[in-house]
């Protein structure tokens, strides 16, 4: 499994349009262990996760605005255990990105997502392909992912998205765990960030064939994506270190499901990245 062992970059250098500048935090002050006396980041928090507050909208998504309506702060996450500042509030477990409040996040902490990651090889040209989605905010390609519901079993999101993404019917439970914690996501907070849990499937080229993906309502299209070292540079947020890693495991000696031919295809495009 992939770990986050680099300091987070995005949640630094990038930000969705609607939020102020960030704060500037250099690679050296980025811990909470670096002393930063003049560190002051903006407060942001997006009026749609505002609008969403479920202490005021009963059908809203996001956590209340007013910390102290929360009925347990989180204290642990896939990341480990978090940090709370002098307001109760978890802290960023990467450090610090520039910015307080939730910004475009719902959750106080962390927000979890789920990409359930299924590749095959190309019966016809033996490339590489993995079932992808062309997202309608961005046009950018990426992993059929989306947000854990509250109560939800990963295993069932994973389902789930991938269903209502392509329109795909697999049981994501039998996937393998290719990377669960921390997401450097050009949302994330001091406050709010992301963590997913991605597991994969391998298909056959025969059962690749038998689906019919579907572009559901969040996608523009979808596709068998052939995972060409260009393609993957130019994936959606983080997606492409999580492809990366499935190609690593889809590369590994007796890994079940893969023939001696296909890991030697996996093999070859893994030293051209
Ligand atoms: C996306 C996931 C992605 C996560 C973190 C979610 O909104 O649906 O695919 O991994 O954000 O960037």
Known sequence: MAEQTVL????RLEKPTEYPERFPVP???????????DYSPPYYVSPVVLR???????GGWADPEDISLLKETPRQSFAGMLRLDGKGRALNPAGRTGMAGRGLLGKWGPNYAADPIITCINSTDRSVEMLAVQRRDNGQWAIPGGMVDKGEEISATLTRELREETG???DMSLGCLIYQGYVDDPRNTDHAWMETTAKHLHLDPETALRLDP?????ARAVRWFPLTPENIGKLYASHCALVKATLVEL???GRAGVTESERE???RLLQAL
């Open 27 to 37: 690679d050296s002050l980025v811990s909470w262990e670096s002393e930063y006396p």
């Open 251 to 253: 590369s590994r000696v």
């Open 265 to 267: 295809i996996v093999e």
């Open 52 to 58: 969403n507050d479920s202490s005021s909208n009963p």
């Open 8 to 11: 987070h970059v995005k949640a």
């Open 214 to 218: 579907v572009a559901g309502s969040d």
């Open 168 to 170: 795909v019917v697999l």
